[in-house]
């Protein structure tokens, strides 16, 4: 008796207990709710005439004056020198720590709360204590960056074949044991990513210029903000330059004489009053009535603290907004850099385009684009739609690339539906949700800029000198990040395994 | 000259043995009931299909011999970044101290290159000790191994498939100078010609038991079969 089935319906396809449909849902789930939220969004646009400044802006990046900067070089170089000490103090806190990573839940909790603050929040707080300083800077850069590499030169060690450590004797000391079997097996993800890394802190360094640093960022930032487009545009393409040419001027044979060299250029030092700095750890940074023992004028301290509610709700929202305009921006633009679509000189165009939204620093992305629209919540989601877009998109075309089609003619947007993109969607997504850290951050950072989020009071408190309500507020903006990070890492593809018939093993070192 | 160790055997000449024992893998039971005895001077060729547990025997050969064994395992055990010569050198990482180690890493301590250099001569390595592991082939990957495993001058050899990927010729040769450097040998195999030619004692796995046990001169390759019969 023979029983045909009923066609799929419209939804069926949501209802299976498979990745694919449960990715589906995921994503219809998150498309759903922003756009459920967007009428919250101030996505308003405030200056009078934006495309005649978007006009000027061009002009000045196609005409770039190269002599309006008074010392574009040595700018150039604090910028390196900073980054590239940043990331040497980095690995010397991390490496330590990334040994004990996953044996301590206090280093791994110690970590994610270090990372959860943003490189220049870190700054605005080292800043009222060590003033403008390269100590300032180095701190800034090394702290969030030794809790990164903790964990993720944690998590590389962990998944290096352990055969080769298996055969040695069981007397082999631990040293030996590490420099001969598990080093050399590790050594070149580590190496190749903290050469990423490197390239991430060359971007914060230039953010550095926005709290006063002298880095390019600091004459980006003056030259644009007073509409010296000519100039800026010269050192926009400075610094393009500089990530471009990364492969060459950053070589590995290279890294000693630019680590001597910089060394000499790292300053100012500041004199730090041991008084202050004491008055400042033990007294400024802690509410009132804490102090004072009065715990119950506690909550009125509290209230004290600006409208804080409009302003994590932004934060939120407008994290969920980039996450999703991240997707967006990255399923339309990997297949310009694929080698499956398009011509060399199509793929040359796309790679261009997206290497540059890649490389801009989305603070400074956002801060061109706020120029152009006013302070809304639109050019923020813009500007992280696009570089993490643009990030994801990169990584989809090569992960594409290495697929051969089962079907050898089909081309175009059925060779995109039908070949290409079920086989890297679930990779798309787990880069998008390890993104969304990431993005978070950010979100927080971009009300330096005058969007109402958490970072746009954390601004002003430290502007007010109101240190205990500053610290207060990046504790908040850190919890809500670590928060985030859980609930991304839940939803991450290759947390969805298949439904299993046995239950999971209990992970080892976890007590019951 | 590497100079062989000697075991003490006990009163009865027996270094390691099993006694109704219940192997496992993975939490997988292997042999429920295995009793094996080893006496010193035994040259044990180990037989029987893939997966029958010829591993899980000679790993706990290893553990219960600890550092009387110089242990060969499959050419994958191989650092595959580091040269040949360090590769060698961990053979006797724990006989350093960790600076020494440490020190050896960035340049090679001459007396040890010395020494592994001669070794690697009579295994057909020479000129490639700089060579990085992976870039060399698997025929040569296999002698890396074996060179490994001579270096820890230990008194018994456990080899687990040692000459599999090198030709016959070279295999018989290799198998000699195992054979001439320790004192006792147990060595899983596939080829029952070389198990016959070059060892005196040949134990057959199958389903969980040992199913041989047996001079090699009182077999012939006919007797093997049965080890290979897939029913």
């Given at each position: 008796m023979s029983r045909t089935e009923a066609p799929a319906g419209w939804?069926?396809?949501?209802?299976?207990?498979n990745v694919g449909a449960r990715l589906l849902r995921l994503t219809l789930a998150m498309i759903a709710i922003t756009l459920l939220l967007?009428?919250?969004?101030?996505?308003?646009?405030?200056?009078?005439d934006p495309w005649g400044e978007l006009g000027r802006m061009l002009k000045g990046m196609l005409l770039?004056?190269?002599?309006?900067?008074?010392?574009p070089l040595r700018a150039l170089l604090l910028t390196i020198a900073f980054a590239l000490w940043g990331v040497v103090l980095g690995i010397v806190l991390g490496f330590p720590l990334a040994l004990i990573f996953m044996r301590s839940r206090l280093v791994r909790t110690l970590c994610a709360f270090v990372r959860a603050i943003h490189e220049l929040f870190w700054a605005l707080l080292f800043l009222q204590v060590f003033g403008l300083s390269a100590i300032t800077a180095l701190a800034a850069i090394a702290l969030p960056y030794a809790a990164t590499f903790a964990k993720v030169y944690a998590e590389i060690l962990a998944q290096i074949d352990r055969r080769p450590a298996r055969?040695?004797?069981?007397?082999?000391?631990r040293l030996s044991r590490f420099v001969y079997t598990e080093l050399p097996l590790a050594w070149q993800r580590l190496s190749g990513y903290t050469r990423y890394r490197f390239e991430c802190a060359l971007r914060a360094s230039v953010l550095l210029g926005f709290v006063g640093?002298?880095?390019l960022g600091y004459y980006l930032e003056s030259a644009f903000r007073q509409g010296r487009y000519h100039e800026g545009g010269a050192l926009l393409w400075a610094f393009y330059l500089l990530i471009a040419l990364l492969p060459w001027w950053a070589h590995r044979r290279l890294l000693v004489p630019w680590l001597l060299g910089t060394a000499f250029l790292l300053g100012p030092w500041p004199s730090v009053n041991p008084t202050l700095l004491w008055q400042f750890l033990?007294?400024?940074?802690?509410p009132q009535p804490l102090l004072s023992g009065d715990i119950a004028a506690l909550p009125g301290w509290f209230s004290g603290l600006p409208d804080l509610l409009p302003a994590i709700g932004n934060t939120l929202l407008l994290g969920l907004m980039s996450t999703v305009g991240s997707l967006l921006v990255a399923l339309l633009a990997w297949p310009l850099v694929s080698?499956?679509?398009?011509?060399r000189a199509t793929r040359t165009l796309g790679r261009s385009t997206l290497i540059v939204m890649r490389s801009t620093p989305e603070l400074l992305l956002a801060f061109i684009l706020l120029l152009l629209t006013?302070?809304?919540?639109l050019p923020a989601w813009i500007a992280l739609s696009l570089h993490n877009g643009a990030l994801i998109a990169f990584l989809a075309a090569r992960h594409a690339d290495e697929i051969r089609p089962g079907l050898p003619d089909i081309r175009g947007i059925n060779l995109y539906s039908h070949e290409l993109l079920p086989r890297i969607y679930p990779g798309i997504l787990a880069l998008l949700f390890y993104r969304a850290e990431v993005i978070m951050r950010e979100t927080a950072l971009l009300?330096?800029?005058?969007?109402?989020?958490l970072g746009f009071h954390i601004d002003s408190s430290f502007e007010y000198l109101m240190f205990d309500q500053a610290v207060a507020l990046l504790m908040i903006t850190a919890l809500i990040n670590m928060g985030v990070d859980v609930l991304s890492r839940r939803l991450r593809p290759d947390a969805l395994?298949?439904?299993?018939?046995q239950p999971r093993p209990a992970p080892v070192g976890d007590s019951v | 000259m590497l100079d062989t160790a000697t075991v003490d055997p006990g009163a009865s000449g027996v270094i390691a043995g099993f006694d109704h024992a219940c192997l496992s893998h993975d939490d997988h039971i292997v042999f429920p009931e295995l009793t094996l005895r080893i006496q010193q001077g035994d040259r044990i060729a180990l037989l029987g299909?893939?997966?029958?547990g010829k591993s899980t025997l000679l790993e706990a050969l290893r553990l219960r011999l600890d550092d009387q064994s110089a242990w060969c395992p499959?050419?994958?055990?191989?650092?595959?970044?580091?040269?040949a010569y360090h590769n060698i050198y961990m053979g006797r990482l724990a006989h350093f101290s960790r600076w020494q180690n440490l020190i050896n890493l960035l340049r090679p301590d001459p007396t040890c290159w010395q020494e592994i250099s001669e070794l690697a001569d009579t295994l057909g390595?020479?000129?490639?000790?700089?060579?990085?592991?992976?870039?060399?082939s698997g025929g040569q990957q296999q002698r890396v191994a074996i060179a490994r495993a001579l270096y820890q001058k230990r008194p018994v050899f456990i080899g687990d498939?040692?000459?599999?990927?090198?030709?016959p010729r070279q295999g018989v040769r290799l198998l000699d100078l195992i054979n001439a450097r320790h004192q006792t040998c147990v060595v899983a195999l596939h080829q029952r010609e070389l198990a016959l030619a070059h060892f005196d004692r040949i134990i057959g796995l199958d389903d969980g038991r040992i199913i041989i046990d047996a001079p090699?001169?009182?077999?012939?390759a006919s007797d093997l079969d049965v080890l290979y019969v897939t029913d």
């Open positions: 939804f069926s396809w949501l209802r299976g207990d967007l009428p919250w969004a101030d996505l308003s646009i405030t200056t009078h770039p004056d190269i002599t309006a900067t008074e010392s055969m040695l004797s069981s007397r082999t000391d640093l002298p880095t033990s007294h400024d940074i802690w080698r499956h679509f398009g011509n006013g302070p809304s919540l009300g330096m800029l005058g969007v109402v989020t395994p298949e439904r299993r018939h | 299909r893939s997966g029958v499959q050419a994958n055990a191989l650092v595959p970044t580091l040269s390595l020479d000129g490639l000790l700089r060579r990085q592991v992976d870039q060399l498939e040692p000459v599999a990927s090198v030709d090699a001169n009182e077999l012939s």
